[in-house]
Structure formats: C-alpha cells, structure tokens
C-alpha cells in the first residue's frame, strides 16, 4: 500500500482541509531529520491517512516548479515509476502515475485532480482528489480507488517554507496490513526528504 499511498502523493494533493476523508486523533509515527510523520483514523476505513510536515530552505515558488514538473517529480515522490499530465485546464491539472510495490502485490496506478489554491499571504495549496474512472484501467494495474488529500507550502521568510504533505487513499484490491502499515510512514517521510534535497542542492 505504500505504493499506493505514494500514488496519492506523488500525484498531488486532496480536496483541502474539510474533506470527507478528513482524519481524527493523529499521532506521530516518526519524528527524524526535521521531519514529523503523523498517522489518524478515516472513519469508514481501514486504512490510515498519513501527514508530513518539515520545513525546506527554499522560497513557495521554487518548490512549485518543482512539484509542477510532473514528470521530473516521480524522482522525489516515493515509490513512483512514472507519471505524467493528462489535462490542464485553469487551476486544475490531472495526472496519471504508477507506482512500484513490493512482490506479490499487483502494481497500483492512479488519476489525479489537482487544485492550485494561491494563498494572499504566498503561501500554495494543492489539493488532491482521485477521479479512477478519468481514464480506462491500465493492464497489469489495479487503479487506486480513492485519493484525497493535499500539500500545504506556507512562506516562514524570503527562502524558507513549512511544507506539510496529507494524504489518504483507498489502494483498491488487496493490500497486506504490514505494508499498509509501512507506506503510511515511508510514503510522507520519504518524499519530503526527498523534496527537501532537490529543493535546497
């Protein structure tokens, strides 16, 4: 499911911070490397939703760019094999990524909307909102059945942001709990690490 949550997250973010999906009583999973990983239940799920928050010495619009680079993006979103855009249109953009999983679990992939919310302080919200039947199913891909969530880009300085990365997603298919588990704290920690060098070499 790591995968799969990083579908979500390497594809972009939710339908903003009200969402249906929206979590209750997080607790951190992981606190490492200025990183903070918190995990809460979805009602009606048995999968948890995932939040990531750190702070990158780099400027809100470095960070887009480099989160709009679609393609160039699936090398910093964990467990990403490609991606790309399918439509732009205004402030939307839908996008189509696979995503690698550990043997014997069929590869996820998943269709993205992506909201572009400009902030008047500066700061950036894309919200994330899985739309499966966008396109038809891929052979050899179960299609993640649901994504909503969102990464939050607040300015603390002329070069310097908070970013925080929430996603919940329902994989489709069968994903073992182990998996789940490890996804969930791998997928957020991982990519804002990964975000994190891109952004500030």
């Given at each position: 499911?790591g995968?799969?949550?990083r579908i979500?997250f390497?594809?972009g973010?939710?339908?903003?911070?009200?969402?249906?999906?929206q979590a209750d009583?997080?607790?951190?999973?992981?606190?490492?490397?200025?990183?903070?990983v918190s995990?809460?239940?979805v009602a009606?799920s048995?999968?948890?939703?995932?939040?990531g928050?750190?702070?990158?010495?780099?400027?809100?619009?470095t960070?887009?760019?480099?989160q709009?680079?679609?393609?160039?993006a699936c090398?910093?979103?964990?467990?990403?094999?490609?991606?790309k855009?399918?439509?732009?249109e205004g402030d939307?953009?839908?996008?189509?990524?696979?995503?690698?999983?550990?043997w014997p679990?069929?590869?996820?992939?998943s269709?993205?909307?992506?909201?572009t919310v400009e902030?008047?302080?500066g700061?950036?919200?894309?919200?994330?909102?899985?739309d499966?039947?966008y396109?038809?199913?891929?052979?050899?891909?179960?299609?993640?059945a649901?994504v909503?969530?969102y990464?939050?880009l607040?300015?603390?300085g002329?070069?310097?942001?908070?970013?925080?990365?929430?996603?919940?997603t329902?994989?489709?298919?069968?994903?073992?709990?182990w998996?789940?588990?490890?996804?969930?704290?791998?997928?957020?920690?991982n990519?804002?690490k990964?975000?994190r060098?891109r952004?500030?070499?």
């Open positions: 499911m995968s799969l949550y979500a390497g594809i973010m939710i339908v903003m911070v009200a969402s249906a999906a009583d997080w607790k951190v999973a992981k606190d490492e490397d200025g990183i903070k995990l809460g239940d009606g048995q999968y948890k939703a995932y939040r928050v750190t702070t990158i010495k780099a400027s809100v619009a960070l887009r760019s480099l709009e680079d679609v393609a160039g090398a910093w979103v964990h467990e990403c094999k490609s991606q855009i399918l439509k732009h939307r953009t839908w996008t189509y990524t696979q995503f690698n999983t550990p679990v069929t590869p996820r992939d269709v993205l909307q992506i909201t902030g008047a302080d700061s950036l919200m894309r919200n994330l909102l899985g499966p039947k396109i038809p199913e891929e052979k050899g891909f179960v299609r993640v649901q909503e969530g990464w939050k607040v300015p603390k002329p070069s310097e942001t908070e970013v925080t990365y929430q996603v919940h329902e994989p489709g298919g069968s994903v073992p709990s998996l789940a588990n490890k996804f969930v704290v791998d997928a957020p920690f990519t804002l990964a975000l060098e952004a500030t070499k």
